[in-house]
């Protein structure tokens, strides 16, 4: 059967597929041989930079051939890899053979022994993936996430001086404005962003066990740590762990996976606090010609985008708990498990590109209705209780707090009317009387630090 959208057994390369297609570029088994190429082809090229007498004659004119070779690597490269893996039974050898071929037909064979030389498997996967990851968040994830802060950030200045109702624990409090309570999450997100942003795309390279063993009873002149480092943080643009095992031990992946499980908590939280709104009539939303909400109910309209988001959203952080749970475990100098945990980075990727997409989708379907934020406003003037009873504290009236639970803390509402009422009735001065009842639920919204 070939495998299409409709045929897939995941929902990210089947039913979203649209949405998580550019992550295919690097997650996909087709991708992790291309970012192992580029490794050890890079690590040629790093040797040569060496003074190994056995690399003096190639000639340098010949880089930029070899990374061709990774440059315009094809989907039936990764096939022929994928035809040598059934004989080899092993995926990084495989890789390795593959690149002798492309040596031989450069006319380079002399030299096609020093394509991984001295290395382990992991010395190409931990660095290949830590380099998937660190460009697809980087061209894809991070400008989806930013355009969101963005949409978000704007929809809060646009809506900064509208007044809403606060609700603490689910009941009306001190008013608020809806742009504001947007920007919370511009300002949550933007934090956790930066965190992340902080966080070392690691990798790890030194032979079998750590140790350069091989590389330094061959070549016990050279500086192979130093070699190492210049490889992995100036070549390929990463962070060498430089004390390991045989593999990375993964700290700084969980780090990540747990920064991106912080933002969608995030997220969330707002595709919940938005489809409240929602619920709750604050917002309504645009209309696409064609489109059906519910199979049986014709006037509905589903808030589906923010559910989208929100589902996904909880898949992605299940699957990245585990990584960041799993992935710095390991049985003493190494064991398999990392190997099929890691080739699973992308899936949580793509539902929180799923996610994101969604959510942008919903937000741009808002349609703000005023007219309900300012009914009810205007349903809970025992809101500005609050307001009343500090002022009053201010020119020392006595127990002003008892006197407003006394008048709001009731099963009937309280308008205006009881309000001006309740004011006239305090032995305060005409000016006083005036200031307080100058205060609305509209009005008495605060200030902003945005």
Known sequence: MTITPLTAITPVDGRYRRATQALADYFSESALIKYRVKVEIEYFIALFQEPLPQLEAFEPAKFEQLRNVYRNFSEADAQKVKDTEKVTNHDVKAVEYFVKEQFDALGLSQFKEFIHFGLTSQDINNTAVPCSLKDAWHRVLQPVLDEVIDTLAGKAREWKTVPMLARTHGQPASPTSLGKELYVFVERLRGQVHQLMQIPYAAKFGGATGNFNAHHVTYPHIDWIAFGDRLVNDILGLERTRVTTQIEPYDNLAAFCHALMRINTILIDLDRDIWTYIS????????????????????????????????????????????????????????????????????????????????????????????????????????????LQTILRREGYPKPYEALLDLTRTNTAIGPKAIRTFIDGLDVSDEIKDELKKITPANYTGVYAF
């Open 280 to 387: 709750m009539n604050y917002f309504k939303q645009k209309i696409k010609k064609g489109e059906i909400g519910s199979s049986a109910m014709p006037h509905k309209v589903n808030p589906i985008d923010f559910e989208n988001s929100e589902g996904n959203l909880g898949v992605a952080n299940a699957l990245l708990g585990h990584l960041a749970e799993k992935l710095p475990i390991s049985r003493l100098q190494r064991d398999l498990t990392d190997s099929t945990v890691t080739r699973n980075i992308g899936v949580p990727l793509g539902h929180t590109l799923i996610s994101l997409k969604s959510l942008l989708r919903g937000l741009d379907k808002l349609i703000i209705n005023e007219a309900a934020l300012q009914a009810d406003l205007e349903d809970n003037w025992a809101v500005v209780a609050e307001a």
